[in-house]
């Protein structure tokens, strides 16, 4: 596919009548666009390979040399499936996808016409709503509800904005950006997102300390995760045995 044909495509998303058919579009020009670097690799296409598998392939990882651009087009990947299967997707939901399935076609039109020369990724890549909108993705299809609302506890829901009293601050007041809580309206695991540029041991502190805070509460500390959208660290503590879990696992793309 050259250069006018990926515009023409690209033009095409953009101006896509609703979110659905802008993440599928942003899949189908995904799908088209990894075929494209197999066959400029010169490497044959495996048989019956999902399009995660050939994402995931060594040709493709060392051709991007990214691994937020790589967790892009598993976005790209995703929500378009979801589209494809008739899956709300929301507005900001298709907007990313547009935006990464862009950034992602620039990627390979600089690797192949500059190669020596260090792309530079787009900035939204490290904003806040785009962290958040990954790892909404990321839990609804580990299987849970994010709720909208802040510090709204529900069995079995992921919760936002959670506030926890103990915090070693002024106010006292702390909120988790996400909580995983159980059947029996507990909570199974936080989940802290921070900036790419933050260091991960300031992660770990802060989720730790909300740990510590729902310890109190409840007589146990949840699964501690922290994360920047595309990697995510977990802290090795351990659930009590009699707590009420789900049948579902926490999946980030790491």
């Given at each position: 596919?050259?250069?006018e044909?990926?515009?023409a495509?690209?033009?095409?998303i953009?101006?896509?009548?609703?979110?659905g058919d802008?993440?599928?579009?942003?899949r189908?020009?995904?799908?088209?666009l990894?075929?494209?670097?197999?066959?400029?690799?010169k490497?044959?296409l495996?048989?019956k390979?999902?399009?995660?598998?050939?994402i995931?392939?060594?040709?493709?990882?060392?051709?991007?040399?990214?691994a937020?651009v790589i967790?892009a087009?598993?976005?790209?990947?995703?929500?378009?499936?979801n589209?494809?299967?008739?899956?709300?997707?929301?507005?900001?939901?298709?907007?990313?996808?547009?935006?990464?399935?862009?950034?992602?076609?620039?990627?390979?039109?600089?690797r192949?016409?500059?190669p020596?020369?260090?792309?530079?990724?787009p900035?939204?890549?490290?904003e806040?709503?785009t962290?958040?909108l990954?790892?909404?993705?990321?839990?609804?299809?580990?299987?849970?509800?994010?709720?909208?609302?802040d510090?709204?506890?529900q069995?079995?829901?992921?919760?936002?904005?959670?506030?926890?009293?103990g915090?070693?601050?002024?106010?006292?007041?702390?909120?988790c950006?996400?909580v995983?809580?159980?059947?029996?309206?507990?909570?199974l695991?936080?989940?802290?997102?921070k900036?790419?540029?933050?260091?991960p041991?300031?992660?770990r502190?802060?989720?730790?300390?909300?740990?510590?805070?729902?310890?109190?509460?409840?007589?146990?500390k949840?699964?501690?995760y922290?994360?920047?959208?595309?990697t995510?660290?977990r802290?090795?503590?351990v659930?009590?045995?009699n707590?009420?879990?789900?049948k579902r696992?926490?999946?980030?793309?790491?």
């Amino acid at each position: 596919m050259n250069k006018e044909q990926v515009q023409a495509k690209l033009s095409q998303i953009h101006s896509a009548a609703n979110a659905g058919d802008k993440a599928r579009l942003s899949r189908a020009l995904l799908s088209e666009l990894v075929a494209g670097i197999y066959l400029q690799r010169k490497v044959k296409l495996p048989k019956k390979a999902t399009l995660l598998e050939l994402i995931d392939n060594s040709v493709i990882v060392d051709f991007i040399n990214d691994a937020d651009v790589i967790q892009a087009m598993h976005y790209v990947r995703i929500l378009g499936m979801n589209a494809e299967h008739e899956v709300h997707i929301r507005k900001a939901e298709a907007q990313l996808a547009v935006e990464n399935i862009t950034a992602i076609a620039e990627l390979i039109g600089h690797r192949e016409s500059t190669p020596d020369i260090p792309y530079k990724k787009p900035p939204y890549m490290s904003e806040a709503n785009t962290r958040k909108l990954y790892i909404d993705l990321y839990l609804r299809e580990a299987g849970w509800e994010v709720l909208d609302a802040d510090n709204v506890i529900q069995p079995s829901k992921a919760g936002i904005e959670i506030e926890v009293e103990g915090m070693p601050n002024a106010t006292g007041l702390g909120y988790c950006d996400y909580v995983l809580y159980g059947r029996d309206g507990k909570p199974l695991a936080i989940v802290e997102a921070k900036r790419t540029s933050v260091s991960p041991e300031k992660g770990r502190h802060q989720v730790d300390l909300y740990g510590e805070c729902m310890k109190k509460r409840y007589g146990y500390k949840p699964v501690l995760y922290y994360t920047n959208g595309y990697t995510t660290f977990r802290l090795l503590n351990v659930l009590p045995r009699n707590t009420v879990r789900i049948k579902r696992k926490i999946i980030f793309f790491t």
